[in-house]
């Protein structure tokens, strides 16, 4: 079962930001959190990831809170084309299997 | 293009009808996923090859399934005496090594009538 929390619907207005929450209560220290998205008829495109200190990069930055039982993923200046599912994946770095587990994660629809 | 590459992109077979769909990860990663994904859900997992190595198959629903890596470069996910359950879109992703990011293809909707 996936790890993670995340609503299952969202809106945004063009050009604000999205900010995506996801809670992942049960994380373990070696766990890093992940962010995919899909968009329709395509397959999961990879965004970002972190383990506890922000990041960010050319698509989005992610927070994640002290105790890392939460996370943000925000789209600075959200547009048409970032209308899609997102995922938010809690997965491990050390023995385990390499798999993802996604759960439902939220649909982002932005709106014009 | 440098992505992952899946073919076909639509597959239809009657029931009872063996299928292979084929995944071209990206040139030089070691490591290979299938997921299956039913309408309306996330992906789920079904095996994991680490070069021609299937180090994980604990996703795969039936012994109907079988997937293979020969080459450690192309994979191809085989499905026997197809079901109507079978019908999904099968997603093939590829990653540079241990516990790196997952590239994904656009997958292979199946349809199984």
């Known amino acids: ?112 | 293009g440098a992505g992952v590459s899946q073919s076909p992109r639509y597959k239809v077979a009657k029931r009872g009808q063996d299928v292979a769909l084929r995944c071209d990860p990206i040139s030089g990663h070691v490591s290979l996923f299938w997921y299956q994904q039913a309408l309306g859900q996330g992906p789920e997992f079904l095996t994991y090859f680490q070069n021609e190595a299937q180090l994980d198959k604990s996703g795969l629903p039936s012994d109907r399934f079988f997937a293979e890596r020969p080459e450690g470069s192309v994979s191809t996910l085989k499905i026997q005496r197809t079901q109507q359950e079978d019908s999904a879109v099968y997603l093939c992703a590829s990653s540079s090594g241990t516990y790196q990011p997952q590239h994904f293809g656009d997958g292979t909707r199946l349809s199984i009538l």
């Open chain 1, 1 to 112: 079962d996936a790890k993670t929390t995340q609503p299952p619907s969202m809106d945004c207005a063009e050009g604000r930001a999205a900010n995506l929450p996801c809670n992942h209560s049960t994380i373990s220290g070696n766990e890093y959190v992940y962010w995919y998205r899909q968009i329709h008829s395509q397959g999961p495109q990879y965004i970002i990831h972190g383990l506890k200190n922000n990041e960010t990069n050319e698509m989005a930055s992610l927070i994640i809170t002290e105790d890392r039982k939460s996370s943000t993923l925000i789209l600075p200046h959200a547009t048409l084309r970032d209308t899609a599912v997102y995922y938010c994946i809690v997965r491990g770095t050390q023995g385990g299997s390499e798999k993802l587990v996604f759960g439902k994660g939220t649909k982002l629809t932005v709106n014009p």
